[in-house]
């Protein structure tokens, strides 16, 4: 059985381009970004709520798996069933005996 049989959900993935900031730098632009859709798994690791006395905030730590083939960067926006994350930190390309197996990506979600 081929691993695609376990990327069953649609992945929104913006690819930010960079514009000119206050000052010498340049900040992501997600609104004006490139969109490709992929199809694949993700999962959730953790989570933790901090609670103030105006509001509740959530965090939680998900894991996206795609095909080898799936074109994903750090800095990339990712949606999924309406949800918004955060690619945190560069993919991990798994590799099998045959080659580029998937792409597993860590990703951040942060509501509140």
Known sequence: MSIDHFFVRDV???????????GPGVV??????TVTTVRGWLYQLSESEQQTATRGAEVST????????????????????????????????????GGHHHTKVSLL???G
């Open 62 to 97: 998900h894991v996206l798996r795609l095909p080898a083939d799936a074109e994903i960067h750090f800095g990339d926006q990712v949606e999924v069933d309406g949800q918004r994350f955060m690619v945190d930190g560069p993919p991990a390309r798994v590799w099998r005996p």
């Open 12 to 22: 929104r993935v913006t690819h930010p381009v960079l514009v000119a900031s206050y």
């Open 28 to 33: 992501p632009d997600h609104d004006a970004g």
């Open 109 to 111: 979600y942060t509501d």
